[in-house]
């Protein structure tokens, strides 16, 4: 990949994967931009990062809140002069029986994890059209190719994210531009650890590294590919789903069924 010299703006740079890919570019060579919510954690970030490439910069972002992304997009044309990569990153969940879920969380999650990744493409994208070039890549989730239990609000926002990305593709890459969509599944940070203890339970043995994941992303952007589901047994899930869509329902309900609880009355 040659990085050198590429203006990458990462959401979410400041933790888990987002804060893996902002170290794994800025050795590539490329100018990294992270942003997040919390200045104390994109400071920390930021020192790392500023070690391998000194023009890094972060910018203190709220992606759910539209004025916010526009003055931080605003920023990064102003400071750097282009975004070449825009990496759609932040994002929150929550694992829980649906019905137990307060509308503030279901909305929180689907402002940041879709709105939030709607509102930086589309302030983003006039740059990038005008000259012709650029790459936009969303990271979704497996949640965003398979529905599993006790992920509604996740998993719709997950949804939401491959289709939107799936339609972006066909407008954009007639202009320059590439459109591609990551699918992990569980990783090893802070975000996978706040439900951990809640069912279905990722085995520990499935769980990938944010380096993994990381390496997914740069070889994606390296090849321009569309989509990339990682690990490999996650992927051949989603292949199976494809191919026996109501084998594969009537499986997974199977297994998902034990650990629905009833829920707590009013
Ligand atoms: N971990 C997994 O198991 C897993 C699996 C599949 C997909 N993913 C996806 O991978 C992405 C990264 O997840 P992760 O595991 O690296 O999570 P993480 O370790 O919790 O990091 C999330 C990052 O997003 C930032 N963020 C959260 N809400 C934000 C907002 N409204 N505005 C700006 N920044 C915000 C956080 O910083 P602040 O809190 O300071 O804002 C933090 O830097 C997410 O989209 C997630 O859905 C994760």
């Known amino acids: 990949m040659n990085s050198k010299s590429q203006v990458i703006l990462i959401t979410g740079a400041s933790n888990g994967i987002g804060r893996r890919l902002a170290l794994d570019l800025a050795a590539k060579g490329a100018v990294v931009i992270g942003c997040g919510r919390s200045q104390e954690r994109l400071d920390e970030m930021l020192t790392e990062v500023r070690h391998i490439s000194s023009s890094s910069a972060a910018i203190a972002c709220d992606i759910g809140q539209l004025d916010q992304v526009r003055v931080m997009i605003a920023k990064v044309l102003a400071d750097f002069g282009k975004i070449d990569i825009l990496i759609n990153n932040a994002?929150?969940?929550?694992?829980?029986?649906?019905?137990?879920?307060?509308?503030?969380?279901?909305?929180?999650?689907?402002?940041t994890n879709?709105?939030?990744?709607?509102?930086?493409?589309?302030?983003?994208?006039?740059?990038?059209?005008?000259?012709g070039r650029g790459h936009?890549?969303?990271?979704?989730?497996?949640?965003?190719?398979?529905?599993?239990?006790?992920?509604?609000?996740?998993?719709?926002?997950?949804?939401?994210?491959?289709?939107?990305s799936e339609s972006?593709?066909?407008?954009?890459?007639?202009?320059?531009i590439d459109v591609s969509v990551v699918c992990p599944g569980p990783v090893e940070t802070n975000f996978n650890r706040l439900f951990a203890?809640?069912?279905?339970k990722s085995p520990p043995r499935l769980i990938i590294t944010p380096e993994a994941v990381s390496q997914a992303v740069i070889a994606l952007i390296e090849t321009k590919k569309f989509e990339v589901v990682v690990p490999r047994w996650l992927a051949l899930m989603c292949w199976f789903k494809r191919m026996t869509p109501n084998l594969f329902r009537s499986v997974s309900h199977r297994a998902f069924?034990?650990?629905?609880?009833?829920?707590?009355?009013?």
């Open 91 to 111: 994002g929150i969940g929550m694992r829980q029986p649906f019905v137990e879920m307060s509308f503030e969380i279901i909305e929180d999650i689907m402002r």
């Open 168 to 176: 972006l593709y066909h407008e954009l890459k007639p202009l320059g």
């Open 197 to 200: 203890d809640t069912q279905p």
């Open 257 to 266: 069924r034990r650990h629905v609880v009833a829920a707590k009355k009013p």
């Open 114 to 131: 879709y709105l939030g990744a709607v509102y930086c493409t589309h302030e983003a994208l006039p740059s990038m059209i005008a000259r």
């Open 136 to 164: 936009i890549v969303n990271i979704s989730s497996g949640a965003g190719k398979i529905g599993t239990l006790n992920m509604a609000a996740y998993s719709a926002s997950k949804f939401a994210i491959n289709g939107f």
